[in-house]
């Protein structure tokens, strides 16, 4: 309707999954190189989750657009299946035969054996994705679960992806679904955008749409970022509303009260319905409440002052006011089955002691006085922090010892360091001492969130892009030379161009990120593991996992 007005060669703001409108923030190319990892590896399952409409169905189809013509691609988009409907639709989506009113699952698992074996031997990769995979019941994952248990020497036959929302990953946390969480070789929780993300998003999808101007007003891309709390869904059906009101004004723009009033009709729609939904569950809600309210009133008076002084890795607390026992006087470690908190050190002291452990690694001593953050003070000594939430692959994948926050049974947080990993377990450092603990036992304390320290190259702007020049681009250069057996460049201030932007997105490729050619954080501590011996691992080389 407003298209014309705009000059629009199409709505810039549909909810279809179009990858073409997906906006690659930090978090979707993570999220994407994720997917093109599980995608690559040997089989088994992946797993991408998210709130909804935060732009899971968008990456994975962004995915799809990056496959080999040889891949056998199946695509569910209604599970909600019993597991004989489930099987049926796997052989409908593959192509694959079986007798007419057939019910027998056998027979349903038998045929799709023989399809992942056929194909197999035509040198194809076999792949299906289910969405909306929170609503699997427990018998189809178990199904599922079986189906990847036809295998060569090498690798599965089948590879699972699995998207879904949040409630999916508390389903495969299960005691019931353990074996499938085993299986799972890459996964990535989605958030919705930052609130820097989402000028960039809105500019992004006019600029798709056929437009350069940006219509919306710097208040009402404030305001948009209050309303939606970063959901692109939500963003997407407040600024199609805003722009039916700026056209309907023959106005060229969006103002903030345009956007309001777009919003106010969005919301209302939705909210009257949720409440038409859940009327009669209104005064069950109400007294739950209630409950919830006073327990959560009597657990914060309790722990408010252990998970205040816990809480924030990053803040002024981390200073270290008493002495520590230093790492290099910890024995040898010793092979340990849990992760408790040791009962002799305050819990509150977690995270200094991590961080002087961290520190130690990189053969630096963390001051008990410095008067600042942790990051801060990596900062005096050439390094960054990269704290992020992911799972035990990605973090193997930057390959740098890390502290992660983990939980005891009374939901206590602390802190401990991975030092190292070798085959199926860790040393890690908690407390005063070292020890080895098998991964598994680490990752059921833990829930994603850790730590790094990485080292930027000199005068490191940010993430290099095209066009850039200077020292940060000579170092780049030299970094490529030394993997790529070459010539150094003889410029004294070369320029970021398409020959070593060819360079860098071969190079990101076979590392398994996002092929963009920016170098961000992650592909400069690639970089840094490739070409640097000093560099602190957790070990030796990626082939040793």
């Given at each position: 309707?407003?298209?014309?007005?705009?000059?629009?060669?199409?709505?810039?703001?549909?909810?279809?999954?179009?990858?073409?409108?997906l906006y690659m923030s930090e978090q979707h190319r993570e999220a994407l190189a994720h997917l093109i990892f599980g995608f690559n590896s040997d089989g088994g399952f992946v797993l991408l989750t998210g709130e909804v409409g935060t732009g899971k169905t968008t990456v994975c189809r962004c995915l799809l657009e990056q496959v080999p013509e040889y891949a056998a691609i199946a695509f569910i988009f209604n599970p909600k299946l019993t597991v004989e409907e489930?099987?049926?639709?796997?052989?409908?989506?593959?192509?694959?035969?079986y007798p007419d009113g057939n019910s027998s699952i056998k027979v349903f698992?038998?045929?799709?054996?023989?399809?992942?074996?056929?194909?197999?031997?035509?040198?194809?990769?076999?792949v299906l994705i289910i969405d909306e995979a929170q609503n699997l019941s427990e018998d189809v994952l178990e199904q599922l679960?079986?189906?990847?248990?036809?295998?060569?020497?090498?690798?599965?036959?089948?590879?699972?992806?699995?998207?879904?929302?949040?409630?999916?990953?508390?389903?495969?946390?299960?005691?019931?679904?353990?074996?499938?969480?085993?299986?799972?070789?890459?996964?990535y929780h989605l958030?919705?955008?930052?609130?820097?993300?989402?000028?960039?998003?809105?500019?992004?999808?006019?600029?798709?749409?056929?437009?350069?101007?940006?219509?919306?007003?710097d208040s009402a891309i404030n305001k948009l970022y209050q309303l939606t709390d970063g959901v692109p869904r939500l963003i997407n059906v407040i600024c199609d509303r805003a722009l039916l009101g700026a056209f309907a004004q023959e106005r060229s723009d969006v103002s903030k009260s345009i956007l309001k009033k777009a919003a106010g009709e969005v919301l209302g729609e939705l909210k009257k319905h949720r409440q038409s939904s859940f009327s009669k569950a209104a005064i069950w809600v109400s007294l739950v409440f209630v409950l919830v309210i006073f327990g959560v009133v009597l657990a914060t008076t309790?722990?408010?002052?252990?998970?205040?002084?816990?809480?924030?890795?990053?803040e002024s607390e981390l200073i270290v006011p008493e002495p520590i026992i230093p790492v290099t006087a910890m024995p040898e470690p010793i092979l340990h089955d849990n992760l408790q908190w040791p009962d002799n050190i305050p819990i509150k002291n977690s995270a200094k002691i991590t961080f002087q452990s961290l520190f130690s690694q990189w053969n630096i001593s963390y001051s008990q006085g410095y008067n600042d953050s942790m990051c801060k003070f990596a900062l005096t000594k050439g390094l960054n922090c990269l704290h992020k939430k992911g799972n035990l692959r990605s973090l193997l994948l930057l390959n740098r010892p890390a502290a992660l926050q983990l939980f005891n049974d009374q939901g206590q947080s602390y802190y401990i360091a991975m030092t190292s990993v070798t085959g199926e377990t860790a040393t890690v450092i908690i407390g005063s001492e070292?020890?080895?603990?098998?991964?598994?036992?680490?990752?059921?304390?833990?829930?994603?969130?850790?730590?790094?320290?990485?080292?930027?190259?000199?005068?490191?702007?940010?993430?290099?892009?095209?066009?850039?020049?200077g020292t940060i681009v000579q170092w780049l250069d030299n970094q490529l030379a030394v993997l790529n057996d070459r010539p150094l460049s003889l410029l004294d201030s070369p320029t970021y161009g398409i020959e070593l932007e060819t360079e860098v997105k071969k190079f990101q490729a076979l590392e398994g990120l996002i092929p963009d050619?920016?170098?961000g954080a992650h592909t400069i501590i690639r970089l840094n593991t490739a070409t640097d011996y000093y560099v602190p691992k957790l070990f030796s080389s990626y082939e040793e996992d």
């Open positions: 309707m407003y298209n014309d007005h705009f000059g629009f060669s199409e709505a810039p703001f549909s909810i279809a999954p179009d990858p073409r409108y489930l099987l049926a639709t796997i052989c409908d989506e593959f192509g694959i035969k698992v038998d045929s799709i054996n023989s399809f992942l074996l056929s194909s197999h031997a035509e040198g194809r990769k076999t679960r079986l189906l990847t248990n036809l295998e060569t020497n090498q690798q599965k036959l089948l590879q699972i992806i699995l998207l879904g929302q949040p409630e999916l990953r508390d389903k495969l946390a299960s005691q019931e679904l353990r074996q499938l969480s085993q299986r799972i070789i890459a996964r958030g919705a955008l930052s609130k820097s993300d989402i000028n960039s998003y809105v500019r992004h999808r006019l600029s798709v749409s056929g437009t350069k101007e940006q219509l919306f007003s309790y722990y408010k002052n252990e998970l205040l002084n816990d809480n924030k890795l990053e070292s020890i080895i603990i098998p991964v598994s036992i680490i990752e059921s304390h833990w829930f994603g969130d850790y730590i790094i320290l990485w080292r930027p190259p000199p005068d490191y702007p940010g993430p290099i892009r095209s066009g850039h020049s050619g920016i170098v």
